[in-house]
């Protein structure tokens, strides 16, 4: 019988995953801090998640290999930690990495550390055997054990300077005073000129999304009127729908491509690129509406309902990359498979739209991407265009039906607070500009499964996994709810939601924010000590939490003119502009909050009857910019604070506020209508 190690009574599918290895893993916490202190044995911290296919090969390798464990377990006390319960863990342990080796991290992240928490030597995957120019992971572990131990000075002297690094990173690059247009100018010169041209996106191999660039763009082509700024988003997004970034039978977008091209993806799918490319087509629909987008947005939705939607209404966190140990393998085939499946007409259909009469582009096999449409290939089969579409799409119902039968990759059944608030934004968005009422309906179960599930006493945990709620919830988890939030009360107005919004902005500004410094940390005043407290408005595969607080605090701050959230969130913009001299392309939602800031976009309150109210709403969503708040509030509703002094004059009054002026109310639908065209000109 194989003995378990000190994971086994942890909920994390991912640490689960380890809880039979050889390796004597601990979880992060005080019985492995004690045990090398004890000891003097440095620490082995291995940060990863369960998708990761890296991940699992260095598991297979090594961690279940008895030899590298006895190693191991010999010379180090083990953590293992999951980065999306831990992200804290993950963000000051990648930053460590890039500052000892100079290179980018990822995972799995393998970090050395001495018993105090202070890492001395990193990497991400080591090989079993030399290759890829790499040592082999037991001959990293002997000569990584020894080291602290021969060299204690020039420990001590590196521990100093990481700690010092710690310390001075909040201000490095902070400049005294930045214009504005010149940051946007050159933003949109580098959107510009990092775009592919040929397939869409930004830069070479491996080419990630990229969701807020493209919201970026989008932004600032309707800002400034530039037809090529949208283009970028527009054929971008094309380009990855068409390709295998995107499931070409089951809809929802994998985590990204290895190529530049977008051919081949890691197959693992997470929550939060499909809910951040979720509210990304929507605002790109809404900017240019076509048929390729409204598809993807609501095959992205059914993939969410169908695979990753808990009993409860909120959604799991991810599928795995491998199947039965082979990455890719439920998503891939062979001509003969599909030829199996279909008639012949629809056979050769599917053979010229997603290229099976060329070379496998997978290990021998193919991935699906669509190379040409039905209606290009409906004269051949004697077929009209219409005609094609509809076999088209019934073949891939009975392809996606084939495959359900396999041995499907594994769920990571973890439930996020902060990715499930992403996810809830985009449904909501797309509901909204898209004028699907399901999307919104989805998104408030939802949203009441993570506040019945993360929401205790006035705070918020992060995950929830296995019935338990656990670790205090981070700036992410707050600022992401918040801005979906926002978005439910576009939707549907309700007083418990507003209260609910004030919540967790006196959270943020109690436990994030430092008014000293204008900056929003990613941990809490109250939480764990740790050797850094994370502060970062880069965006990495999530939003910069600190960018969306302070977007979503200035919005919340215009619309119950509530001067403490207004004061914070101007602040914290200004010392971001002062930071973003440099990179733009790193800080796609920090311009975008800077944008609100600088260039606003309209906030619309309606009051009246609700059958006007609708018709209203709609209008403004035609008409004005797709970031144009409308809150539609009856008028027989009870509001808070001084947004009871916006009453209902008529059947239906508005209230416009634009770039920092408010118009006198507005009774009239025509009158109305003339308003929304001055404010979109």
Known sequence: MTSLNHLAQESSPYLQQHADNPVDWYPWGTAAFNRARQEKKPILLSIGYSACHWCHVMAHESFEDPETAALMNKHFINIKVDREERPDLDKIYQLAHTAITQRSGGWPLTMFLTPDQIPYFGGTYFPDKPRYGIPAFKDILVRVAEYPAENPAAISQQNQSLLDFFDNIEHQGEHDTVNVTSLFKYSVDSLKQGFDPAAGGFGAAPKFPQSSLLELAL????????????????????????????????????????DAEWMIPHFEKMLYDNGQLLHLMALAWRVQPNAQLERAIDETVQWLQRDMKSTDGSFYSALDADSENQEGKYYVWTPAEIESELEPQAYALIKGCYGLNRGANFEDQWHLHLCRHPSDL???????????????????????????????????????????????????????????????????????????????????????????????????????????????????????????????????????????????????????????????????????????????????????????????????????????????????????????????????????????????????????????????IESNQTIPGALSEKTARDRCTAYICHAGTCKPAINHFEEFKIALQEISA
């Open 378 to 632: 409906a004269t051949e089969l004697d077929l009209n265009g219409h005609a094609a579409g509809i076999l088209f799409d019934q073949a891939r119902r009975q392809l996606l039906s084939k495959r359900q039968q396999r041995i499907s990759p594994r769920r990571d059944n973890k439930v996020l607070c902060s990715w499930n608030a992403l996810t809830i934004k985009g449904l909501v968005t797309a509901g909204l500009l898209l004028d699907k009422p399901d999307y919104i309906n989805i998104a408030e179960l939802a949203f009441q499964d993570v506040q019945k599930k993360f929401r205790h006493n006035g705070r918020l945990n992060a995950v929830h996994c296995n019935g338990q709620s656990r670790f205090a919830a981070y700036l992410d988890d707050y600022a992401f709810l918040l801005e979906a939030s926002l978005l439910l009360l576009e939707a549907k107005w309700s007083n418990e939601l507003i209260e609910f919004a004030q919540e967790l902005a006196a959270a943020l500004l109690e436990y994030f924010y430092d008014y000293e410094q204008d900056i929003f940390y990613f941990t809490a005043s109250d939480h764990e000590q740790l050797i850094h407290r994370p502060y970062s408005l880069m965006d990495e595969s999530t939003p910069s939490g600190a960018a969306v607080a302070s977007r979503s605090l200035l919005a919340l701050g215009h619309l119950l003119a509530n001067q403490d959230y207004i004061d914070a969130a101007t602040s914290s913009i200004e010392k971001m502009i002062r930071l973003l001299s440099h990179s733009p392309l790193a800080h796609g939602n920090a311009l975008l909050t800077i944008s609100r800031m600088h260039y606003p976009d309209a906030q619309i309150i309606l009051r009246g009857e609700k059958q006007f109210l609708n018709q209203w709403q709609q209008c403004a969503r035609s008409v004005c910019s797709p970031w144009t708040s409308v809150y539609a």
């Open 219 to 258: 932004k600032l082509g309707w800002q400034n009127s530039d037809d090529s700024l949208h283009h970028i988003a527009q054929y971008s997004l094309q380009k990855m729908i068409n390709s295998g970034l995107y499931d070409q039978l089951g809809g929802g977008f994998f985590r990204y491509s290895v």
